[in-house]
């Protein structure tokens, strides 16, 4: 009865640590990854802030072909921004729309934003054998989307698209200024 007992407890304690251990393994932190966070006091939320060191960060690990860019909202819309709101930076088929390679969902992060768009973004249901950097032709677009729901834009959503579309994978310099309203 001892010997089962504690057979048991060395079974309840393996277990114990795959729970304990679980929580975190879904999460892929890279440090240097995103420029250090901003304290609250020192800006408002969707203010200008200085630009990211130049050749820093992720950009020296991340995958051939990766996009890289900065996104600007016009002036005039800076207090049209819901506060729950996701900025959706999508790279598409079409001029028009169509499918989408990749895209990145985040909370609406201080303006300019530093972005880069690349393998780890492409989308499940173009398969895992789609190479990002083997894209030659797509079509940048930011979209502020007020309840964070990939689809079609609602009215009160803010767009705008990159203004050397179409881009090719590995492209840098895809500045997009977010400058109208559904």
Same mark, same amino acid.
């Given at each position: 009865?001892?010997?089962? &007992? #504690?057979? !048991?407890?060395? !079974? /309840? &304690? #393996?277990? !114990? $640590? /795959?729970?304990? &251990? /679980?929580? $975190? !393994? @879904?999460? @892929?932190?890279e440090e240097g990854a995103h420029p250090p966070p901003i304290p609250p006091e020192a800006t408002s939320p969707h203010s200008e802030r200085p630009a990211a060191p130049a050749g820093g960060g992720k950009a020296q690990t991340e995958g051939a072909g990766t996009i890289h860019g900065a996104i600007r909202l016009a002036p005039d819309l800076a207090d049209r921004i819901p506060p729950n709101a996701y900025l959706f930076v999508m790279a598409r088929e079409r001029s028009d729309g169509g499918h989408p390679y990749a895209v990145k969902r985040l909370p609406v992060p201080a303006f300019p934003f530093h972005y880069t768009l690349g393998q780890a973004d492409v989308m499940p249901m173009m398969g895992t054998g789609k190479a990002f950097a083997d894209i030659r032709e797509m079509y940048l677009v930011a979209r502020i989307d007020q309840d964070g729901q990939a689809g079609a834009p609602q009215p009160g959503d803010l767009e705008g698209a990159c203004a050397v579309n179409p881009v090719a994978a590995g492209s840098a310099g895809c500045d997009i200024v977010i400058d109208r309203s559904h």
């Open positions: 009865m001892k010997t089962q &007992a #504690v057979s !048991c407890f060395r !079974c /309840l &304690a #393996v277990w !114990c $640590g /795959l729970l304990l &251990a /679980l929580p $975190g !393994c @879904h999460q @892929h932190y």
